[in-house]
């Protein structure tokens, strides 16, 4: 099946600095998606990508999907600690719409 | 964006007994799913819940293990039956629907003793 490679698979950064993640994949996708989860709830959609090449912001997040349509990449600005938690990518089945997701990236901020 | 309720939160069970999940979405969405993330780990998708029709199950996942409900398009269920330690695992529904991208309840913790 499907295969999403998520790197990296964990970050421990200084608050402040910028953050950079990306998920790669063997097969074609015709939609990505970035989610958060936080401890003890599900995930909660960040960003949705819904052309190749397309470029979007969500206040300190930027994410673009990938020309070939095989990759995403998101960046965080300026972290700060509540940005904390998992990071996962997500692409959606070119057929009948299921998600496939990325392995995760956990993401620790100190203060 | 749908609202999507799910219960229990939480329960801890005895193993050969099964659980029914319950999804309420807010509003009718196009598609529900059932995801599974066993403890550290990613999600994986378990089926497609379909309105009035059995549901589609992904490779490794079989209806009498997981059987799925979709009476109407805002609500489902998930059974986990005959449980066993190893589907101790956060349970997730997500819908999807017009205008707006996958959404996903808080989960169901479920732990088999």
């Known amino acids: 099946g499907q295969q999403l490679n998520q790197s990296p698979q964990s970050m421990f950064i200084q608050e402040g600095e910028d953050v950079s993640m990306n998920c790669t994949s063997s097969s074609i996708f015709n939609t990505w998606l970035w989610y958060k989860q936080d401890p003890g709830e599900g995930p909660v959609l960040l960003i949705a990508?819904?052309?190749?090449?397309e470029l979007t912001s969500n206040g300190r997040l930027t994410a673009q999907f990938g020309i070939t349509r095989k990759d995403s990449f998101l960046n965080i600005s300026a972290s700060i600690p509540s940005d904390v938690g998992i990071y996962f990518c997500?692409?959606?089945?070119?057929?009948?719409?299921?998600?496939?997701f990325g392995q995760g990236t956990i993401l620790t901020v100190h203060p | 964006s749908a609202v999507i309720s799910q219960k229990p939160s939480r329960d801890i069970c005895q193993r050969g007994t099964s659980l029914t999940i319950q999804c309420q979405v807010d509003s009718q969405v196009t598609m529900m799913f059932w995801y599974r993330q066993q403890p550290g780990q990613s999600l994986t998708l378990i089926a497609t819940a379909n309105q009035g029709s059995e549901a589609t199950y992904e490779s490794g996942f079989v209806i009498d293990k997981f059987p799925i409900s979709r009476p109407n398009l805002t609500f489902s269920t998930l059974t986990v039956s005959n449980m066993s330690p190893e589907d101790s695992s956060i349970y997730l529904c997500?819908?999807?629907?017009?205008?707006?991208?996958?959404?996903f309840g808080s989960g169901t913790r479920l732990t088999v003793v």
């Open positions: 990508l819904y052309k190749a090449g």
């Open positions: 997500a692409g959606r089945d070119t057929s009948y719409g299921k998600l496939t």
């Open positions: 997500s819908a999807t629907g017009q205008g707006y991208g996958y959404t």
